[in-house]
Each structure stands twice: as structure tokens, then as C-alpha cells.
């Protein structure tokens, strides 16, 4: 698109007839002499209307009984109406539902490692966790573990970041 630049523009665009303004001074001059002859407009009120103008218009303007308006959609009934409805399912769902109790061995393994390894515990959770009757120390006395798979079990489970110590 080209511009066009204000600065060039050398024709307003606004044109007269040709002789407009040769004339104009006689022609204004005709009217104000022709208006000057007429005596009246040719508009006329009738007598005393102006009188009883008033009157007539607070008639027309006369409050008319107010009709009673119906609504077509009423959110009270609707929301008393969902509400109601809501409880129904409530009910519904409490009382006729599922029997099915979800035991822990339906959990996968993967999610209980998952949700262990995400969450923050700390030694202590895990010890509360666990009584003196549950462990005893003839568990681990004859508990035999090579130094190989102990090397393997470090290697694989820890990171430089817990080999640093402060």
C-alpha cells in the first residue's frame, strides 16, 4: 500500500460550482425581503390549547394498574428443585453403593513405593510404625550377607549426594 503523505497534498477536495459566489449577496438579499412580507408562518394554535395542555397530558400519563407479572423461570424452585436432587444421589450412592471394601493387598506395590519414596518421612515416623514385639534380634544374627552383594546394594542405591557427609 502506498503512503500518502499529508504535506504533498495539493488540492483540498472540496469544489464550488462555477459563479457560486457571484450571485450569492443578491440571492441572500431576496430572501430577508421575501420573509419580511410574510406576516404569519402558517402554523396556529387553537384558542386556550395551550390552557387545558396540562390537563391533557397527565391524562394520557395516568398511572394504569400494574399487571402482575409471571416468571417464566424461577431460580428459587430451580435451586430447591437441584438441591433436592442432589440429596437424592447423595442417598442413593451412600446407601446402594459399592460394597466393595478396598483392602491394602489391592494396592499395587509400585504405588505403596511411590507414595513412600515422594512423601517426607523421617526415621522416627518409620520406628513408630514398627514395635519391639515385631522385630527381634535373632532376625539379623543369622542373616548372612556377602560383602558382594552388600557393594552391589551400595552402588545401586545410593548417589553421591548421600556419600557426602557435612
Do not use: R
Not at 430572501?31 to 402558517?42: E, F, M, R, V, W
Not at 391524562?59 to 424461577?74: C, G, H, R, S
Not at 438441591?83 to 483392602?103: K, P, T, Y
Request: charged content about 30%.
Amino acid at each position: 500500500m502506498k503512503n500518502k503523505k499529508l504535506e504533498h497534498i495539493k488540492t483540498t477536495g472540496f469544489k464550488t460550482p462555477k459563479n457560486y459566489f457571484e450571485g450569492l449577496d443578491d440571492s441572500i438579499l431576496n430572501q430577508a425581503k421575501l420573509s419580511s412580507k410574510i406576516d404569519t408562518n402558517g402554523f396556529k394554535a387553537p384558542e386556550s390549547y395551550f390552557e387545558n395542555l396540562d390537563v391533557k397530558v397527565l391524562d394520557a400519563v395516568k398511572t394504569q394498574p400494574e399487571t402482575k407479572v409471571i416468571k417464566l423461570f424461577n431460580w428459587k424452585k430451580t435451586a430447591s428443585v437441584a438441591a433436592i436432587a442432589a440429596c437424592m444421589v447423595l442417598a442413593f450412592n451412600l446407601f446402594f453403593g459399592s460394597e466393595d471394601q478396598i483392602s491394602f493387598d489391592d494396592l499395587e506395590l509400585t504405588s505403596i513405593e511411590s507414595y513412600i519414596s515422594e512423601e517426607d518421612f523421617t526415621n522416627e515416623d518409620f520406628a513408630s510404625l514398627v514395635t519391639n514385639d515385631d522385630i527381634s534380634i535373632y532376625d539379623f544374627s543369622e542373616l548372612s550377607i556377602t560383602e558382594n552383594t552388600l557393594e552391589n546394594y551400595i552402588i545401586e542405591n545410593t548417589t553421591v549426594e548421600d556419600l557426602i557427609t557435612d
